[in-house]
């Protein structure tokens, strides 16, 4: 397209958001108007993409972080002929593809789902080094930015990453219209502000007025021709551009055009111009996956080992026999034993450094070219991240989550180092899977098993080391359990995961000692519970105990719960977990301090079953 057209083009896709924020009576129109000579130059001239191939290994990648502005992305899906002017008017309609913010789930030609702000260039930054690192084909990764966006601390974890490992493939359009949801932003149109901040985080950075499509064409080809750092554009915009009942006012976010069909006359009318959208470049296909023989590490009954060890040796293992596993790391790998599998493939182990934020929002963009992400920090960190995991569920990706120093077992490093809410964070994902393995070998076969799962898959370990438990050779399926004592004359049963297994047999002989039965339940599935092995339980011996090393509040004792809403007699339940804040101490003085030690275990079953007596 030449320059004219290009300027029609943007003009169309600005009637094209009116249109589509009219037919739902929602939207963001105006900040879909301030990006559309950006998208128009991007679609013309730059974004090399096959949209009946989604999926072909050369195609360039383009993320829309300011995720609201959807109406302009389908207007040029459009323009491209992705989708026809049928389904543009059907915008955030029930069973449309085009959501209000939009996902991979409905659309082949999303990358990620946005909308929570500060996501997209995380996720790019993930895209951008599985191009330059691993692909290593020569796409480019465009990330459509907002200025408002630019409050969030995730945008700039990942300016910091993405000049740390020179990402010349990754260009930042960052939209400066000013205006936010509820007035000016931060720096209003002040792009040299911006670009000090850039520029300090090692980015090249080009200044341009957004609406002159020459400039924007030039700045795009500066962005493809620069070398050894990303590149981001600054364009300065004005919001609703182009309705002067409307431009560069406030008042107007989230809303569609008050005179709709005014608008679109003051625009030009509706045109329909097809755009030619550059086509990729030959591209061997996305790595293949190595299927050699998964030699997963082994102990002995009554070895000792920690179950972070075991994710670190099983991990390396894993890595070796598929080539589709990639390793991140908060840097705490010595303590996550993420170690082991970057000492045995570097090229595959990405050090995203105390960014936990960025190391999800990584971990996203790997997977979305077909990796096999595990990303790995303390439990309590992982909590920074929740908005990107959350997110993650949302784009229906998988990736997998390991938290370890979990609960107050970790001991002296005292309650900021503890994760004690992290269950109930990740039970909360929706479609998610979380496991915590009690021994080593239960935690290899595990890992084995995550990599195989669907969404997002999260690996509680443990710091301490604990006697092995379960045979090399034993299988752990996902929904399961394993009653590790059991007899006819059980009065109760302790429901047990990770740490809190040993004390439970701890008791169970103890209080076998003194003539008092309990069945023990290693729940090593705490999502989804083995529901069938639960009501067993429950009817064979009355009353669930339940002991977790984590706060009360959707851990173990709501997994147990959720085996009984069906609307079948809940039995009696007593949970054990930590109630109080924890200070300093030895992990077992913490878990006696808890109350979930064994000691503390045999107090509570012999209580319970006193009064079980006396009734």
């Known amino acids: 397209m030449n320059t004219p057209e290009l300027i029609e083009l943007g ?112 996720v790019g930054v993930g895209i951008a080094l599985s191009g330059k690192r691993l692909d290593r084909v020569g796409y480019r990764v465009w990330v459509l930015c907002g200025d408002s966006e630019l409050a969030e601390g995730s945008i700039w974890e990942a300016a910091e990453h993405a000049s740390y490992e020179g990402l010349d493939n990754l260009t930042a359009i960052v939209d400066v219209n000013r205006l936010g949801q509820r007035g000016p932003t931060r720096h209003g149109h002040d792009l040299d502000a ?19 499509v020459e400039a924007v064409e030039r700045a795009y080809g500066e962005a493809v021709s620069t070398t050894g750092q990303p590149t981001v554009i600054l364009a300065r915009t004005l919001k609703g551009k182009g309705v002067a009942s409307v431009q560069d006012r406030e ?16 625009l030009g009318g509706v045109r329909d111009l097809r755009v030619e959208v550059p086509q990729p470049q030959v591209a061997r296909m996305l790595h293949a996956v190595r299927a050699g023989h998964l030699d997963l590490p082994r102990w002995e009954k009554g070895d000792e080992a920690a179950t972070r060890d075991a994710y670190g040796q099983a991990l390396a293992a894993l890595g070796s026999s598929r080539a589709d596993v990639v390793a991140l790391d908060g840097e705490v790998s010595d303590s996550t034993r993420a170690e082991f599998f970057a000492k045995e493939h570097p090229e595959r182990f990405f050090e995203c450094y105390i960014a936990e934020q960025q190391l999800v929002g990584a971990a996203v963009g790997l ?45 002296e490093d005292g309650p900021s180092q503890m994760g004690v809410e992290d269950l109930a964070m990740l039970r909360a994902v929706h479609g998610s899977t979380v496991l915590y393995p009690c021994d080593a070998n239960q935690t290899a076969a595990l890992v084995a098993t995550m990599a195989d799962l669907d969404g997002i898959r999260y690996l509680r370990t443990s710091r301490g080391a604990m006697p092995v438990l379960y045979g090399p050779g034993e299988e752990f399926p996902v929904g399961g359990s394993k009653v590790l004592r059991r007899s006819t004359d059980d009065r109760l049963t302790v429901v047990a995961a990770g740490v809190t297994v040993h004390e439970a047999l701890q008791a169970a002989d103890a209080l076998a000692a003194d003539g008092i039965a309990v069945r023990v339940v290693d729940l090593y599935s705490v999502k989804p519970v083995d529901r ?84």
Not at 194 to 212: L, M, P, S
Not at 552 to 581: K, N
């Open 11 to 122: 003009q169309q896709l600005r009637v094209d958001s009116v249109r589509a924020a009219a037919a739902a009576g929602s939207g963001h129109p105006t900040s879909s108007m301030s990006a559309a000579d950006l998208m128009a130059v991007l679609l013309a001239r730059r974004l090399r993409y096959d949209f009946e191939r989604p999926s072909h290994p050369g195609n360039d990648r383009f993320v829309l972080s300011k995720g609201h502005a959807s109406p302009l992305l389908y207007a040029a899906y459009k323009a491209a002929r992705a989708i026809d002017d049928a389904e543009l008017l059907t915008f955030r309609t029930l069973d449309s593809r085009l959501e209000g913010h939009p996902t991979p789930r409905r659309l082949p030609w999303v990358e990620t789902a946005t909308g929570s702000l500060g996501q997209g260039l995380p």
């Open 532 to 615: 069938e092995t639960l009501r067993e339980a429950a009817e064979e011996t009355g009353c669930l105990v339940t002991v977790e090393d984590h706060h009360p509040e959707g851990g173990i004792g709501d997994a147990v719960l959720d085996a009984f809403l069906d609307g079948r007699p809940t039995p009696r339940l007593v949970r054990l977990a930590v109630r109080d804040m924890p200070g300093s101490a030895t992990p077992a003085e913490q878990l006696h301090a808890a109350g979930i030690d064994a000691e503390s275990i045999v107090a509570a079953v012999k209580l319970l079953v006193e009064n079980a007596v006396v009734r």
């Open 194 to 212: 911006y670009a000090r901040r850039f520029r300090a985080f090692g980015w090249h950075t080009v200044e341009i007025d957004g609406h002159d």
């Open 367 to 411: 997977a979305t070219r077909g990796w096999v992400p595990f990303a790995s920090s303390f439990a309590a960190f992982l909590t920074r991240a929740h908005d990107f995991v959350r997110m993650a569920a949302v784009s229906g990706v998988g990736i997998n989550l390991v938290g370890s120093h979990a609960g107050v077992a970790i001991g």
């Open 251 to 266: 008042g107007l976010h989230g809303k569609p055009l008050p005179d709709a069909d005014e608008a679109i006359e003051e």
